[in-house]
């Protein structure tokens, strides 16, 4: 059986500026309304056990950002992924032992070879220090159904390239990433490197 590549071209005409998110609670009006009050005031620490901005940031960890709500995606959808990227040579605290053999996090985990021999990062995964972990950042933000790359994290460091290819064509991860790309554009955000290596 032939693979076939799952290739996604992004144009204006197939990016709509609308959202369809639900409305939100209001509980989750006050708690936004409370951070954009924190992000005004340049407070440090924490709004209610999540991440607050500090003089307009964010955390550069995925995994001390706390619930997503619709405030906080636009702000990540602001800095961008590659404010919490968090790459290093190499990851010494993701060390698992796996029946005495033990593995880390990789930092080739990063990057993925194109059918072509080329060479290509993968703009859209994260590293977690808090965890140690792996997500992805459009399905941290997008998906609603929670695939192990997105939050709590992906920790399984014996089947991660696996893991990786399969997710790059899981339609769940696709849909996630092509909602981050109408966001971006309804932010006037285009994040042209990471629409580049969509796939």
């Known amino acids: 059986m032939a693979k ?3 290739t996604i071209k992004i144009t204006r005409s197939n990016l709509s500026t609308t959202t369809t998110a639900d409305s939100p609670s209001v509980s989750e009006v006050d708690r936004d309304e409370e951070v954009r009050t924190a ?3 340049g407070l440090a620490d924490t709004v209610e056990g ?3 901005p500090t003089s307009g940031t964010i955390s550069n960890d995925v995994g001390l950002l706390g619930d997503t709500t619709d405030h906080l995606r636009e702000m990540c959808i602001s800095f961008g992924a590659s404010h919490f990227r968090n790459l290093a040579d190499s990851y010494p605290e993701t060390k698992r032992d ?3 053999v033990n593995r880390f996090l990789n930092s080739s985990a990063f990057k993925r070879v194109l059918p072509n021999g080329e ?6 995964l994260l590293y977690s220090p808090a965890k140690p972990c792996v ?4 399905c941290i933000l997008f998906s ?3 695939v192990q790359l997105s939050l709590p994290g992906f920790t399984d460091w014996k089947n991660m390239a696996k893991y990786l290819k399969s997710h790059e064509i899981n339609p769940k991860h696709v849909k996630s990433f092509l909602t981050l790309c109408q966001r971006s554009v309804a932010a006037r955000r285009v994040d042209e490197q990471l629409h580049h290596n969509v796939l």
């Open 119 to 124: 060479l290509t990062e993968r703009d859209w």
């Open 50 to 52: 999540r991440a607050k």
């Open 98 to 100: 796996y029946s005495g």
């Open 144 to 146: 609603s159904d929670r």
């Open 39 to 41: 992000v005004e005031a």
């Open 4 to 6: 076939r590549r799952l």
């Open 135 to 138: 997500s992805c950042f459009p």
